[in-house]
């Protein structure tokens, strides 16, 4: 029924899991509404998990746009949270869940069988100094000020999902765009503003 409600909004939004803005421009759309969806379903007929965290008792789940009321009522009525952002807002919450999951995702992936739950308890320093790392990275490239404590929020995120399995995936919506800040500042002969995500990403030969 979640899934049915969500999907009867389409095509009116798009939800963004990785950084669009270059695909938005190249298909013409300027400012087309958005969803980030913090919740999950495990496999067919489950519950879906809700992106409530002990940091956000309110979800995490946001719209943005003209459909965002509609989004946000179909979610909280299908037992979901969804708070409606005006474009900054959203867009800082948008590039917090973009750094959620190129950093967690490549800190797992430098330890094989490593869940989402086990980067957060078990390799907790690597994912902060990345979190700092791109965090530090987006503000300077897009004039973010980013509120504080990014860090807890996302480990509080990733304990709500510490089942899910990580790996680099969809490299060109996701950590992509941090490489691509990374090879531009190198092509000018500036200073890698990521220079620990790149060294890791040419560790498992993504790059």
Same mark, same amino acid.
């Given at each position: ?19 669009? @803005? ?23 007929? /489950? ?40 474009? /900054? ?30 980067? @957060? ?48 995936? /969809? ?37």
């Amino acid at each position: 029924m979640i899934l049915k409600l969500f999907l009867s909004l389409l095509p009116s939004l798009v939800g963004a899991n990785g950084m669009l @803005e270059t695909w938005f421009q190249s298909k013409g759309l300027s400012d087309p509404d958005q969803v980030l969806a913090y919740f999950a379903v495990s496999k067919l007929g /489950e519950p879906p998990t809700d992106g409530k965290t002990d940091t956000n008792p309110e979800g995490l789940t946001a719209a943005y746009g003209k459909w965002a009321s509609a989004v946000a009522g179909r979610l909280l009525a299908g037992g979901l949270s969804c708070k409606v952002l005006e474009k /900054e807002a959203f867009q800082k919450q948008m590039f917090e869940k973009l750094i959620w999951i190129c950093a967690f995702m490549l800190v797992g992936a430098r330890h094989p069988g490593a869940t989402v739950g086990i980067v @957060e308890k078990e390799y907790r320093s690597e994912v902060s100094s990345l979190i700092s790392e791109l965090a530090a990275a987006a503000a300077a490239g897009k004039g973010i000020v980013f509120e504080p404590a990014m860090e807890d929020r996302l480990c509080a995120y990733s304990r709500t999902v510490a089942h899910f399995p990580t790996a680099v995936k /969809e490299f060109k919506w996701r950590n992509g765009w941090f490489y691509s800040l990374s090879d531009k500042a190198i092509a000018e002969g500036k200073p890698d503003p990521c220079p620990l995500h790149t060294a890791w990403l040419k560790e498992l030969n993504v790059v």
